[in-house]
């Protein structure tokens, strides 16, 4: 018997249909080309720490760090009924085909479970990159041995358990600091939920202090035989060391700038060109969209956020429209270019004024960068499939179809090609420089407008043809004044940029450049839960779809040792991850580092000061704050930090007895009442 498990019901359904003659069972699907059974997603899940010793259930700083010797897994109660199912099939199979989504989690939540229940049989792995007919038989047709697969289930498996070490130690270790200090607060830390939860921090402090500069740009009018044309001052390397301009190379003083303006409207005005050289430039298509891309592109033309579009683009997939939607990957096998004609027919019969054009005259012969083998894993960039839009969709589903489909189609156009042109003048010593283009093919850029040149810039319009040693006159020069403004708050849809873009934000420059080719932080399939998460915990909150910190967010933060709040750590391990999906390195290793990590911070939270909770009593004899227990003669108040500070004081009217008896050491009996389970 042939068995497939796929990762969920929706995706059984369509495959059992493929299979031809489904006939519906208790928890699996029979068909003519085997049983085809499903998940709930993750049926399994890691043990919590008790499950390794029962004296875990209690959150004390001296049991921490807690790292298992052997790892455990557990049934997920709401899954059991279905796990037993997929389990006698898995008895009775002779052949297993793990159909889970195909990404590093798909990997491991079908492999986890033939793990778990010990199988021995030779297990093959289909990747349904896509529900319709043609994919999935296609997919059938092309099996792969799951061993191939080996490096992406271990990958998977170090990112869950390092996830484990540093959320379960972590969480405790600076929850316990906490509330050492009176705080009242659960503090869940995370290896991606942190340091994305601290660039909002750091972003909204850099908002809150910013002092805005003034700035002054020379643009002088030249005129030449063949036409005038303007060009941009630009300070030799000399004059920028002058306190004039600024660390950034902008001229701040208004009082020198008007004098160099002064100085160029002032005879002699002959001036030569110094150079003047035409490049051919050519501009390649827009990539098709990983989801990460697709959520930063709706967010700026929709304003959806993150989950919103997950949640459209999931429901495309499953309604056999779009690819799988989790994938980080921006490429496309060359097998399916043989595709295009079909979905390309299909989308000209859209109703869809504004893309009718852009459809109907993408050339299907015409193959971009995005058809690149060498840049496929296990998924590839999310496209329409060959199945029509035949029906009604819901308004952000048929906006994000419309995006998908847009980017897909303008990989069937020519190349953006134009010619740039840079002049330059030496004028009174000093320096100009101008910047023209004409564009010589449309191409792709048709359809899609070019950003718009910031007013100090050069203008991209065509010059007059020149030749070096063309002399000029000088006709006018102008001076402009800018104000700098500080950096946007995030949106949802940013932040997603943000963690993608990770390489922006770390700390240490050596690592900067490192991780400019790294995937970011966190997976496609879980930014938009983790940001969701900070704000149903309230460290975010949102104002018209922007973010802002809570004070929650503050303490957090600043309590935290920078190796939790910068991205570098995170970023690196990320990059390991994916290197370790690949074949280089290994979960052992990977491990090892984590503990130590974990192992250190867990340390250092003994020494953090977080600020007393506002309310909250501070022990005169180590600054922690006192807490209110019954005790075996009544309330008192204990020190936070018992059993290293044994500090007591009686209770009075709701309020430690600072008058009364001071620094009387606690039993160990009065203290347990103080350590309630978490």
Request: charged share 30%; aromatic share 10%.
């Amino acid at each position: 018997m042939r068995l497939y498990i796929a990762e969920k019901p929706s995706m059984a359904r369509e495959l059992a249909t493929c299979l031809k003659n489904p006939q519906n069972g208790n928890g699996y699907i029979k068909t003519s080309g085997g049983i085809v059974t499903w998940l709930v997603g993750h049926v399994l899940q890691q043990a919590e720490p008790d499950a390794y010793d029962p004296k875990y259930k209690k959150w004390r700083l001296e049991d921490l760090p807690i790292v298992p010797k052997r790892w455990k897994l557990e049934v997920t109660p709401s899954t059991f009924k279905q796990f037993n199912i997929v389990k006698d099939l898995i008895a009775k199979a002779d052949e297993i085909i793990h159909a889970g989504d195909p990404d590093r989690e798909g990997q491991l939540l079908v492999d986890e479970v033939l793990d778990y229940v010990g199988n021995k049989k030779p297990v093959k792995r289909i990747l349904l990159n896509a529900l319709d007919e043609t994919s999935i038989l296609r997919a059938n047709a092309d099996l792969r041995d799951n061993a191939e697969f080996f490096n992406l289930k271990q990958s998977a498996l170090a990112r869950s358990r390092a996830d484990w070490l540093i959320g379960m130690n972590l969480s405790r270790a600076y929850t316990l600091a906490a509330q050492r200090l009176g705080h009242n607060i659960i503090l869940p830390i995370g290896r991606v939920k942190t340091p994305t939860l601290a660039l909002v921090v750091r972003r909204e402090r850099e908002i809150t202090n910013f002092k805005p500069v003034d700035f002054y740009n020379i643009r002088v009018m030249f005129a030449h035989a063949n036409g005038d044309f303007a060009a941009q001052f630009k300070p030799s390397k000399k004059m920028l060391d002058l306190p004039a301009f600024d660390s950034e190379g902008r001229l701040i003083d208004k009082k020198f700038a008007e004098e160099l303006v002064k100085k160029f409207s002032t005879e002699p005005l002959d001036g030569k060109i110094a150079s003047y050289k035409t490049t051919e430039k050519k501009e390649s298509q827009p990539l098709p969209f990983s989801l990460s891309s697709l959520q930063i592109a709706t967010g700026k033309a929709f304003g959806y956020t993150p989950q919103q579009v997950l949640e459209a683009a999931q429901s495309l997939y499953e309604k056999k429209l779009t690819t799988y939607p989790r994938s980080d990957c921006e490429y496309l096998p060359t097998s399916q270019f043989r595709d295009a004609q079909r979905i390309l027919r299909n989308l000209t019969r859209l109703n869809n004024d504004s893309l009718k054009n852009l459809f109907t005259h993408a050339n299907p012969g015409i193959k971009s960068r995005a058809w690149n083998d060498k840049k496929i894993s296990a998924h590839h960039a999310i496209i329409p499939t060959q199945k029509p839009l035949n029906m009604q969709l819901p308004v952000v589903e048929l906006n994000v179809y419309n995006l998908i489909a847009k980017n897909y189609a303008v990989q069937f156009y020519p190349l953006h090609v134009y010619d740039e042109t840079v002049v330059e003048v030496k004028y009174k010593g000093e320096k100009f420089t101008a910047r023209g283009k004409v564009v010589k093919q449309a191409g792709w850029r048709e359809f899609y407008i070019a950003p718009k040149v910031k007013a100090d810039d050069e203008t991209e319009v065509p010059l007059p043809p020149m030749e070096a040693g063309d002399d000029v006159k000088q006709k006018k020069s102008a001076l402009k004044q800018g104000t700098t403004k500080p950096p946007a708050r995030f949106t949802s849809s940013s932040l997603v940029q943000g963690m993608r873009d990770i390489h922006k934000y770390v700390k240490n420059p050596d690592a900067k450049k490192q991780l400019k080719d790294v995937y970011g932080i966190g997976t496609e399939a879980t930014r938009a839960t983790i940001i969701d998460d900070l704000i149903q915990r309230e460290f975010l909150r949102v104002v018209k779809k922007i973010l802002y910190p809570t004070k929650k967010a503050y303490l957090l933060i600043d309590a935290l040792p920078d190796e939790m709040t910068y991205p570098d750590e995170t970023a690196i391990w990320e990059d390991k991850l994916h290197s370790m999906s690949e074949g280089d390195g290994t979960l052992e290793n990977f491990l090892a580092g984590q503990v130590a990590f974990t192992s250190k911070l867990c340390a250092e939270a003994t020494k953090v000061r977080f600020a007393v909770a506002e309310g909250a009593f501070q022990c005169p004899k180590c600054g922690a704050a006192l807490v209110k227990r019954k005790g075996k003669n009544g309330d008192f108040w204990g020190c936070s930090a018992y059993p290293k500070c044994r500090t007591t004081f009686d209770d009075k009217d709701g309020k430690p007895d600072f008058n009364g008896k001071k620094f009387s050491p606690m039993s160990s009996e009065e203290f347990i009442s103080m350590n309630s389970d978490r």
